[in-house]
């Protein structure tokens, strides 16, 4: 008997990549799932962090699609390195700040050093031609198989029969004539294909897999590049980006105001990074302060906050301020009233 | 077999698994880890990544706001 040739399949949770999965083990291929942690992927972070939601939380589909294959899932952590390919996307950014071909490429070229390192044969995506307008075309393609490195070890089982053969197809380990010709973007062929391996409840196809395709969060990171002069961030700063309400007062400072329970004992957790704020005379939200704050700042940022409080239509609210470096404060303050909090400060 | 302790507190998922799954590279089988998490996605993430990739969940407990799961490595392929 052949050896049994190994792939591992970039595995995102939605429905291509499963399927691009199953059609190579189909065809005996011993295949195990890499998934990618950005830093920005839509993974249940808002839902763990709501409290209405903490009660059903969303399950991680990587690993739910995993379980659906029988296969074993790597999930990688590339939040550093992934930092580059945000900032300085060489093909530029989709309609928001999402590089998506940088990031194909990166991904395949992380998935190609990890076969190296882990004897594995060859790569499988679950991209197809004419899929996504700006990532998944058929001059795509090519890029995404030269600027990874992985070449012709980069097998799309979907649209392969649209696409020159592979080195797996031209040493026989899998069988070309088995393999797909999806193009465009109708979904019909892969719901088919679902249904011939008996698949369902498998995670809806949405925009895009990842915050950076989403059009607020897009112009929240902007934000941040913009305040700091440089384009740069940290994880906390993304994690934040997800939370509460974002609100720029000033061009040096924001202010990111929970918006219930859950966010504020999220936000609790960043106490000791940034300047906050909250209310002690009425219930209230706490606020942290990004950047910096004079004296006329802090008692607009305490306005702001009384204005989130219960206490938003009293004549005075206490607030307590906690600057990063200095003494904690007492602010008593008339709340801003909503016509005061004009609608570009809203974030 | 040893016991390992990992402090996924604050974490995000799928932070608290990944998190899992590097200190799990570095044990034998048979040790066991104990996580400590907050948030509620490790509940049922895990127990995902445990059962994909052959280990075992001996037990999930609630104390508050901290989830507390324990994993026995499994056997090497
Ligand atoms: S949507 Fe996000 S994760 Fe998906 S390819 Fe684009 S940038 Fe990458």
Redesign the pocket.
Known sequence: MSEVRKAVALISGGLDSLLAARVMQEQGIHVEGINFF?G?CVEGHTHAIRKKDRARPKRNNALWVAEQLGIKLHIIDIIEEYKDVVINPKHGYGANL???LD??VFMVHKAKEWIEANGFDFIVTGEVIGQRPK?QRKDTMPIIAAESGAEDLLLRPLCAKNLPPTLPEREGWVDREKLYDFEGRTRKPQMALARQFGLEDYAQPAG???F??DANYSKKLADLWQARGERRYEIDDIMLLKVGRHIRPRPHFKLIVGREDGENKFLEGYRKQFTHLFTTSHNGPLVLLDGEAGEDDLELAARVTARYSQGRNAEQVDVEVHPLDGEVRTFSVRPLGGSEIPADWHL | MSEHRLDARRLLCPLPVIRCQDAVAKLRPGDTLVIVCTDPGAKHDIPAWCRVNGHDVLSIEEQQDEIIVTVQVGDAD
Do not use: V
């Open positions: 950005t920005f999402n590089p998506c990031c194909k990532s895009g897999c990842c950076l395709t």
